[in-house]
């Protein structure tokens, strides 16, 4: 097999088996123990071994056949210019809920390359459809033994499958997930519900025939599909109703009861939105199964509210004078508000205002923090009286940058905005030392994670 992306070495670590070998940046690796390297996978489990050869080709042309013996798992000191050591693969499929297909032109090009790369499940948790997967692909994952690969399902019903991701080939799936089953690899999934097509009864089956991979599968989120103000020609898809959401949560909650009394796990789980549409409490924290599903936002609300809880059980409280201004979505902003009260218990002077920010951008129906823009923020704030500092959440902003998905920066927020910004990380801990603690260092933390617009497979994808 031939790799078509040459492995560059970008930098040689001091002091490492790389230096004492003479690498040098700009050289290319080519073999590893008389194999080929794909890919960063292939890399680390070739390289992990007590004992091996490398092949290199100088800058200058010349091969060099080098052996290294070294401990177990120690690293050899190089990294590459293609840190993943191979193309990312795009989405082969056309999903009726895809996010991208819902963007507004004239974004930056990051924003529209749809991803369904099996690798950047286990390196950054996203979730993929596993239709442009081939058995090779299988027995990589089976000889490396990857875990946990988190799996967008939607449906366990084959044509219906094929006609949500409109690809005749996307039922097929099911073999490959039997693969991984008996191979005892550990598996998370997805159901992005669309109204009319995999709710009702195929929800039901989706969940039935899924639970049949337990323990391996260890849960599956349901989540509503996003739908923005962009969708002339797409698909046509309406937005859940309160009725409809207490439904989702009364079969979910059903098959949670049944299947933790068989396994000791919940298993089904429902995005925190659910509970939102439907006004119902959200679930204890025994409920989530260690928050297995939490980057899909499977019980955010609970763990916040928890550790918001904690971080004042452990604080005297006193007559501090503070005045911030929170700014997120119509989803969150409920929850924020509860929050602010429960510290001004303990703080009476500190003045922390929730400003629910309407996202005017994409569609007033997206009501989630990491989906508003700059724009958004700045005009709907400008000309409030904001306090000591403005507080945002950290997920507003784009991948390894202190910019929003529009390209607007923090500094020209706070700029137009005549105030300084402060990114709030996600522990509960952080958002109370923000509020009340006002020699706090403002810094603009950045999510160094993969961009996702929704919980789908299909949202804005970008690699920093």
């Not at 071994?49 to 010349?62: A, P, Q, V």
């Not at 590459?80 to 004239?106: L, T, V």
């Not at 044509?159 to 799936?173: D, P, S, T, V, Y």
């Not at 937005?239 to 089904?268: C, M, N, S």
Request: charge should be negative; glycine fraction near 6%.
């Amino acid at each position: 097999m031939k790799n078509k992306t040459k492995h560059i070495i970008k930098t040689i670590e001091p002091g490492s088996i790389a230096e004492e070998l003479e690498l040098e940046p700009g050289d290319e690796l080519l073999r590893v123990n008389g194999e080929i390297i794909e890919d960063v996978f292939d890399y680390h489990f070739q390289t992990n071994d007590t004992y091996l050869e490398l092949t290199i080709r100088k800058k200058d042309g010349e091969e060099w056949d080098l052996e290294i013996e070294k401990e177990y798992d120690e690293e050899i000191g190089i990294t590459f210019e293609n840190e993943f050591m191979d193309q990312y693969r795009s989405c082969s499929n056309n999903c009726i809920f895809c996010f991208i297909d819902q963007m507004p032109p004239g974004m930056r090009p990051t924003l529209y390359f749809k991803d369904d790369d099996s690798r950047l499940s286990f390196l950054q948790g996203n979730y993929i459809t596993l239709t442009n997967m081939s058995d090779h692909d299988i027995d990589r994952i089976i000889r490396y033994h990857l875990a946990p690969i988190n799996i967008s399902f939607q449906t366990t019903n084959p044509e219906l499958r094929c006609k949500m991701l409109h690809n005749r080939f996307a039922g097929n799936i099911f073999p490959k997930v039997q693969r991984l089953y008996e191979a005892g690899i550990e598996m998370n999934g997805q159901i992005v519900l669309c109204k009319g097509y995999n709710d009702g009864a195929e929800l039901e089956r989706s969940i039935s025939d899924l639970s049949k991979y337990l323990p391996h599968l260890k849960s599956v989120s349901v989540v509503p599909v996003g739908l923005s103000k962009y969708r002339d020609g797409l698909a046509p898809l309406e937005p859940f109703t309160r009725e409809d959401a207490k439904e989702v949560l009364a079969t979910i909650h059903k098959w949670q009861k049944k299947l933790y009394e068989q396994w000791g796990l919940h298993f089904i789980h429902a995005g925190d939105e659910w509970y939102l549409l439907a006004g119902e409490p959200i679930p204890e924290e025994e409920n989530y199964d260690g928050y297995i599903q939490l980057e899909n936002g499977v019980g955010m609300l609970r763990l916040l509210e928890d550790e918001v809880a904690e971080e004042l059980s452990k604080r005297e409280g006193d007559d501090r004078h503070r005045h911030v201004t929170i700014a997120t979505g119509k989803a969150a902003a409920p929850s924020l508000k509860k929050h602010m009260q429960k510290i001004r218990e303990k703080y009476p002077n500190v003045q922390a205002e929730v400003v629910t920010i309407i996202n005017y951008f994409f569609g007033e129906s997206i009501t989630v923090s990491g989906l508003i823009t700059g724009k958004d923020l700045m005009e709907q704030l400008e000309g409030r009286d904001l306090g000591d500092c403005l507080l945002l959440p950290c997920n507003m902003l784009r991948s390894g940058k202190n910019v929003f998905l529009d390209d607007v920066t923090v500094e020209e927020v706070e700029e137009r905005l005549k105030t300084p910004v402060q990114i709030i990380d996600e522990p509960g801990s952080d958002l109370v030392k923000a509020v009340v603690e006002e020699n706090q260092e403002t810094i603009h933390r950045r999510r160094i994670m993969y961009e996702q617009a929704d919980c789908s497979n299909c949202g804005p994808a970008e690699r920093g």
